[in-house]
């Protein structure tokens, strides 16, 4: 019988005897990726199509300065982290690098920690890149597994070992990527060539992380229309609690406005859908155990419904014209500085719609709430002085 202290998992790098158990023939195995048991992709045939990049709009100058900056890295082969607020157009700055590495007959994967961040990206890198072919690999929609293009969650990563010459990972502090260590090593095993990070709010970790592999930081402050970030406001509950909630969402909503009250766990979105429901008609809430989350976001999406009462779900990939934001109990311990950035930044991403608010209500002002406005302060800071002319 082998020993479970020799053992290293060769699929996730788990060694911790903790996580290793002895199968019937003495053998061992992980217990930590035993749940990771489909079919691996089988090897990569490009299409043979001539693929080329087709935008239907332009990148603004910050993004096309960005978008050179980072084809020029990966072409040496250096790895890079792309630093952007929320709002910049962050999937148009890798498309450059795309374009490079398709003309070339080489395997390009789209990665992202959610499901619905899949399903939002694939019609939108299609439209990109029209000739190319394209899958979207997720939890049950896994028949097919080889394309030019692989959008895929992370959990998905583990059937494609030593596979991309140029992988993306999007919004990397996100769960459940952030902090997973099993994810983690199915990303960098499935990288045979260069990747690409991108995020708003990168961990200390992730820095340090791609310092060892001698990459790049590059970093837009700037939202593809010029605008600046929204600057939350902070608003103590007053003696009636969540009455407060109903009259700044009657207020939006008398305005034509539609909006996302945010909740920090699925108990807390129901009940407070519950209560709105009764005094703000037209919403609905939304939530990861929700079947139906699909339906009604597109719905929202249409203008069928008002508002959404959602969970962290919905801090991501989700652009909506005019959409304001109520966070419910922003001093929630299960909330963060950088979670309270990434939902404030669904506020004004829409040319023409900039100035969205984003109110954070709360029963103590806790240093995170104080952390994410200072952090969107001073990000607004640094896009103003990037902006201003310089003297020659």
Same mark, same amino acid.
């Given at each position: 019988m082998e020993r479970t202290e020799d053992f290293t998992c060769p699929r996730c790098g788990n060694s911790d005897p903790d996580g290793i158990g002895i199968g019937p023939t003495g053998k061992p195995y992980c217990r930590i990726c035993l749940q990771y048991d489909g079919r691996e992709a089988p090897a990569f045939t490009p299409s043979g199509q001539r693929i080329q990049l087709s935008l239907t *709009? #332009?990148?603004? #100058? +910050? &993004?096309?300065?960005?978008?050179? &900056?980072?084809? !020029? +890295?990966?072409?040496?082969g250096q790895p890079v982290l792309i630093k952007a607020v929320t709002g910049a157009g962050k999937t148009e700055l890798v498309y450059a690098a795309m374009e490079h590495f398709l003309s070339r007959g080489l395997a390009v994967g789209f990665a992202t920690p959610r499901k619905d961040v899949v399903i939002e990206?694939?019609?939108? %890198?299609?439209? !990109?890149?029209p000739m190319a072919t394209i899958t979207s690999v997720y939890g049950e929609h896994t028949q097919v597994l080889s394309a030019d293009i692989i959008v895929l969650t992370t959990h998905q990563l583990y059937r494609y070992p030593n596979y991309f010459d140029l992988l993306i990972l999007d919004e990397i502090d996100a769960f459940p990527y952030a902090g997973n260590q099993v994810l983690k090593h199915f990303f960098r095993r499935s990288v045979k060539g260069v *990747? %690409?990070?991108?995020s708003a709010t990168p961990s200390q970790t992730d820095l340090e992380e791609l310092e060892k592999d001698k990459g790049a930081v590059i970093t837009l402050d700037i939202r593809y229309h010029g605008q600046p970030l929204p600057v939350p406001q902070i608003r103590l *509950?007053? #003696?009636f609690g969540k009455l407060d %909630? $109903? !009259?700044?969402?009657?207020?939006?909503?008398?305005a034509g406005k539609p909006c996302f009250v945010f909740a920090p766990t699925i108990s807390r979105v129901r009940r407070l859908a519950d209560l709105l429901r009764l005094f703000c008609p037209g919403g609905a809430s939304v939530d990861s155990q929700d079947p139906d989350r699909?339906?009604? $976001? +597109?719905d929202f999406k249409a203008g069928k419904l008002s508002y959404l009462v959602c969970t962290a779900v919905l801090e991501r990939g989700v652009t909506v014209r005019d959409l304001q934001v109520i966070v419910a109990d922003a001093d929630h311990p299960i909330y963060d500085a950088a979670a309270l950035i990434q939902i404030a930044g669904r506020a004004g991403r829409k040319s023409g719609y900039e100035d969205g608010e984003v109110i954070f209500f709360c029963h103590r002002e806790e240093p995170?709430?104080?952390?994410a406005v200072s952090t969107i302060e001073e990000t607004n800071h640094h896009a103003a002085m990037q902006s201003v002319p310089k003297k020659i």
């Open positions: *709009y #332009p990148l603004s #100058p +910050a &993004q096309r300065t960005v978008s050179n &900056q980072v084809l !020029a +890295a990966v072409t040496k990206l694939e019609p939108r %890198i299609h439209e !990109a890149f *990747y %690409i990070l991108l *509950y007053g #003696p %909630i $109903i !009259a700044c969402l009657r207020d939006f909503l008398s699909e339906r009604k $976001i +597109a995170w709430v104080k952390e």
